[in-house]
């Protein structure tokens, strides 16, 4: 059992409001910004309490991770190399697939993360 001191509590509550994919350091930026007084070092410890205990999950990318609501469904995410916009999608083709692939490894699934790296539209259209 967790204990939500006020610092995980507002951590919490403030990625639970949103769709959006945290860094620790914008995050608390952004707690900053709505008056908390919060360290850096009390946003990972918080951050990394919050996800073992299933209240928050994560995907690492390169050096660094992204915090999201863990009451999401399932699903995967396209990540812009030029901007850094993510957009998460779910394809059931692809589900399949590491299924497949698993059982012919001999695998139980207990859970996987796919990120898909590249350029979105956006960029693309500003060349």
């Known amino acids: ?3 939500l001191t006020q610092h995980r509590q507002v951590i919490l509550n403030l990625i639970n409001e949103s769709n959006h994919h945290w860094e620790a350091e914008e995050l608390a ?6 008056g908390y007084r919060i360290g850096i070092a009390t946003v990972y410890r918080g951050l990394a309490a919050l ?8 995907f690492q990318l390169a050096d660094r991770k992204r915090y999201e609501r863990a ?6 995410h396209l990540i812009c190399t030029r901007c850094g916009r993510i957009e998460e999608f779910v394809n059931e083709d692809i589900e399949r697939e590491q299924d497949l692939v698993a059982a012919q490894k001999g695998f139980s699934i207990t859970g996987h993360q796919l990120v898909i790296f590249g350029i979105c539209n956006r960029c693309i259209d500003k060349n």
């Open 71 to 76: 009451s999401k469904a399932h699903h995967d």
């Open 1 to 3: 059992m967790i204990k």
């Open 51 to 58: 996800e073992a205990h299933g209240l928050i999950s994560s």
């Open 29 to 34: 930026r952004a707690l900053a910004e709505r």
